[in-house]
Each structure stands twice: as C-alpha cells, then as structure tokens.
T-cell receptor
C-alpha cells in the first residue's frame, strides 16, 4: 500500500521563503510529483523528481531523498498568487504506474 | 481550446438519478483517468483506462461505471446518485511511458 503525509495548512508572508514537506511510504517507487492547485481549478504540474537531489525551476525547487522517503517543495520570493494547495504525488511501481496523491497542503500567502 | 475538456462544469442532481460526466482530450494520450476530490481526502482514483479495450477499477469504484468510447473520450456514470457522491471530479490523461498527468478543469457535482 501507499501512504503520503504532508501538512494540511501553512501560512507565509509575501516575499518570504516557504518549504512544504512530504513523506511517503510505498511498496515501490517510480518518482514523485508536485502539483499546484488553485481553489476549484485543475492541478497543474510543478515538478518531477525520480533521482535524489534538488531540482530548481525559477522560484520553485523540489528535493527528493529516496532512502528517507522524503521530499520538499521550496517556494522563494512568495507572491500572493502562490496561495494555493500543493499536492505531493508518487508514482506507484506497479504495472499500472498510476499516481497516488497526498491530501495536499493549503498555503496562504499574507501581505 | 483546452487539451482536456470536461462537461458539464457544474451539475446539481437529485438522489437516485442517473448522471454522466464526459471527458474528451486532444492530447493524443492513450491513458485516461477519473478522480474525485473531497476536502481533506485529496484526489482518489475511481477508474482508469489504458486504451479503448482496457478498463480498470481504482481505489473507489463502487457506485460508478465508465465507458471508453474512443481513444479521446472517457465518460463516468453514476447509475443512482447519492449525496455522498457530492464532490469535485477530475478527468486526467497521460501517455504510456510518461508519468505526468494533464487534468481537465473539473466537474463540480452536487447530489441533493
């Protein structure tokens, strides 16, 4: 089976840096995704990590440690538009290779 | 036009009614999925299909059925809707060999 844990809610200040953590337990692993989802809208792709280390993409970075079952999403220079839910999802290592999602972290950016 | 289109965007229906949610895509992807999203529970997989002749149950398939009418079309049916099926429903697509999903804009379904 699979289990993904991430904080339910976080609040951060505009211009600051915030780190959203995700821990997972899976019977197999084929990579980890981060998606951004604004309220009532579709999730949109942010990052994909399959190897250990940090992937940087503009203001967003994602880190993976496979041995620890741990990932984080780092958001720099926060903007008000970054207020959204951030979904951690792992690729099941089964024949289907479907995505299994965590419950998401709702981030609120305050002035 | 959106790559993955869901219709309707919003629907209110009565308990016991049959309802169909439709999804069509222009991505050319072979894999299609239906998820539901509830507050505090995240996205949960209902059904998935890897091609027209392949349909598989997901985590929470009870009370739902699907039809893959063509590679580009995948519909979800609630044969007899009940209030706890009130949720936001997402269709998603992917290509074999690639793990990333493209999501539709969602259908907000309310069963009263």
């Amino acid at each position: 089976g699979q289990n993904i844990d991430q904080p339910t809610e976080m609040t951060a200040t505009e211009g600051a840096i915030v780190q959203i953590n995700c821990t997972y337990q899976t019977s197999g692993f084929n990579g980890l995704f981060w998606y951004q989802q604004h309220a009532g809208e579709a999730p949109t792709f942010l990052s994909y990590n399959v190897l250990d280390g940090l992937e940087e993409k503009g203001r967003f970075s994602s880190f993976l440690s496979r041995s620890k079952g741990y990932s984080y999403l780092l958001l720099k220079e926060l903007q008000m538009k970054d207020s959204a839910s951030y979904l951690c999802a792992v690729v099941e290592q089964t024949g289907a290779n479907n995505l299994f999602f965590g419950t998401g972290t709702r981030l609120t950016v305050i002035p | 036009d959106a790559d993955v289109t869901q219709t309707p965007r919003n629907r209110i229906t009565k308990t016991g009614k049959r309802i169909m949610l439709e999804c069509s895509q222009t991505k050319g992807h072979d894999r299609m999925y239906w998820y539901r999203q509830d507050p505090g529970l995240g996205l949960r997989l209902i059904y998935y299909s890897f091609d027209v002749k392949d349909i598989n149950k997901g985590e929470i398939s009870d009370g739902y059925s699907v039809s893959r009418q063509a590679q580009a079309k995948f519909s979800l049916s609630l044969e007899s809707a009940i209030p706890n099926q009130t949720a936001l429903y997402f269709c998603a697509t992917s290509r074999t060999g690639s793990y990333g999903y493209t999501f539709g804009s969602g259908t907000r379904l309310t069963v009263v």
